[in-house]
């Protein structure tokens, strides 16, 4: 098979001088750094954005400021509409938008298109939802009364104002849309920082916002290095930050926040996300398993499963047969809609897994598949298996995000669970048998923010997601998110 030939308005978009999207328009950067951003499937430069500067961030602050005092007084249900309409045009314009998705990240083109803008539209539809629903408590106090005199006390969940998304370059539409939509439901407005890598399909959203009927200044989009999220959130006129992306930039997020008059922060980190196959599973199920938590996205995913754990006297049979499935893969072309197993999203990154393989190798695990960079065009890498020695190995401590099954060998039940707990981190975890009480009976015994049986990777905006130890701080989907992008006030009224 060969690539699907791009849209025409997707070469128009490619061309176009790239400008920082602020108060409902395209305008051109003050600052004149620019940012090469690179088709991973060949180590071409597909266009070039601005890296904005401290002027840039101020325009876009004060912007910000006017779209919250726009939008935060408009009824909930317009919100809705608003957000309704503008996930009718994600879908309107969806090869657009995979399109663009596959060129800057390398993601192959099902994948863009069914979770870059198919799920992506979903989630923004339940977001919508939430703006008619959300609602404070009435209270009864209980003080005294001396000359008949009453109490009443109620509570109002009031938006926090300016919300700075800070979006990784994975899933550089969907978080974006994740966090844009959180804020824009509640009645914040919201400035997204796409990565560095992968801001153009952010870009075009953002016009898109506008078609939907956003006043300006509610959705902003500034483009540039990690040090312009740094000042978007030390800037004194935005309110919370709302971020994805690595734990040590995660954390250095965290502290600037609070030490920047204790902005509100939502932290959503990655990890070392455990798998583990208890002895009755099935070994087919087992092995598809194993390729749903590590290697969807080619493992460029926080929730993905890194540390895998399996029975003793079946681990060599599953990781044979996985090797298997993995030589079958075919690798290519992410435009290629045959292709299975795409390149990763940046030279850094493949060249940091390259530091991991030899890392496995000077350790002594045994690579049993893969191991290896791709000598193509293109930031390609190979599916990988290894065998570790101990849980001190390096590919069962450190966070590799790519298409990498670390697997080491248990004993019985409780050894397991201290393997599977035994990390810093607490994104997600996922556990496989047809033994449903055992995992019911374990579920609660493991220390992660999301526990899947017989599944993993797989996010829903009704179930809540987020981590536990050091993966991050607050939650979002479900009704949880609401806590994060609203602030409680209290009102007591005597009469
Ligand atoms: O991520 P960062 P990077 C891992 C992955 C990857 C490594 C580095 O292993 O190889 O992290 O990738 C912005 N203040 N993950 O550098 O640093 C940055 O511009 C405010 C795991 O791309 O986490 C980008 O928009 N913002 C991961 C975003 O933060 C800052 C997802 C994420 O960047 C900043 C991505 C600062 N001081 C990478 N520094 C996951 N687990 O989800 C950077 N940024």
């Not at 409780?414 to 019911?440: F, H, Q, R």
Request: glycine share 10%; hydrophobic share 40%.
């Amino acid at each position: 098979m060969s690539d699907i030939p791009l849209l025409p308005q997707v070469r128009a978009f490619l061309e176009r001088d790239h400008g920082l999207f602020i108060h409902g328009r395209s305008v051109s950067a003050q600052s004149s750094q620019r940012i090469e951003v690179v088709n991973p499937a060949d180590a071409q430069v597909i266009a070039r954005v601005s890296d904005a500067g401290e002027a840039d961030i101020d325009a876009a602050v004060a912007s910000a400021r006017q779209g919250f005092n726009a939008w935060s007084q408009t009824a909930p249900a317009l919100r809705s509409s608003v957000l309704h309409k503008l996930a009718d045009l994600l879908e309107q314009h969806a090869e657009e938008l995979a399109q663009l998705e596959t060129l800057q990240s390398g993601k192959i083109i099902q994948i863009s298109r069914a979770f870059e803008v198919g799920q992506a539209a979903h989630f923004l539809r339940y977001f919508a939802g939430w703006a008619t629903k959300i609602t404070g408590q009435t209270i009864t106090p209980s003080l005294p009364s001396f000359n008949g005199e009453q109490y009443t006390a109620y509570t109002l969940r009031q938006p926090i104002g300016v919300v700075v998304g800070i979006v990784p370059w994975n899933f550089s539409t969907m978080i974006a849309i994740w966090k844009l939509a959180s804020a824009l439901t509640t009645g914040c407005s919201v400035i997204i920082k796409p990565s560095e890598f992968t801001p153009l399909t952010i870009l075009r959203i953002a016009e898109l916002g506008i078609e939907a009927g956003l006043p300006a200044g509610a959705l902003n989009v500034i483009t540039g290095l990690g040090k312009v999220g740094q000042a978007l959130i030390e800037h004194p006129g935005t309110d919370k930050v709302s971020f994805t992306g690595s734990v040590p930039t995660g954390i250095a997020v965290g502290k600037t926040a609070f030490g920047a008059n204790l902005t509100r922060a939502t932290l959503e980190l990655g990890g070392k996300n455990s798998v583990g196959f208890l002895p009755d599973v099935d070994i087919d199920k087992a092995v598809a398993g194993a390729i749903e938590a590590g290697f969807l996205h080619s493992g460029q995913i926080c929730a993905a499963g890194e540390r895998f754990f399996a029975p003793r006297q079946r681990i060599d049979e599953l990781m044979e047969k996985l090797s298997q499935r993995l030589a079958a893969l075919k690798i290519g072309s992410p435009l290629d809609e045959g292709t299975e197993f795409g390149p990763v999203t940046n030279r850094t990154h493949q060249h940091k897994l390259g530091q991991f393989f030899e890392r496995a190798r000077a350790e002594q695990c045994t690579i049993v598949h893969g191991g290896r960079l791709l000598d193509r065009e293109g930031f390609y890498v190979e599916p990988t298996v290894i065998l570790a020695r101990s849980l001190d190995d390096t590919l069962l401590k450190e966070e590799t995000f790519g298409p990498i099954a670390t697997f080491l060998p248990y004993d019985d039940e409780e050894e397991l669970l201290a393997m599977m707990n035994g990390t810093p981190y607490g994104l997600s975890a996922s556990l496989w048998t047809n033994d449903l009480g055992k995992a019911m009976r374990m579920v609660p015994r493991i220390e992660a923010g999301t526990v899947w049986v017989n599944m993993h990777t797989l996010l829903d905006p009704a179930v809540p997601f987020g981590g536990i130890k050091a993966s991050g701080i607050g939650r979002e989907f479900g009704s949880a998110f609401i806590d994060d992008y609203t602030e409680l006030k209290s009102v007591m009224i005597r009469h």
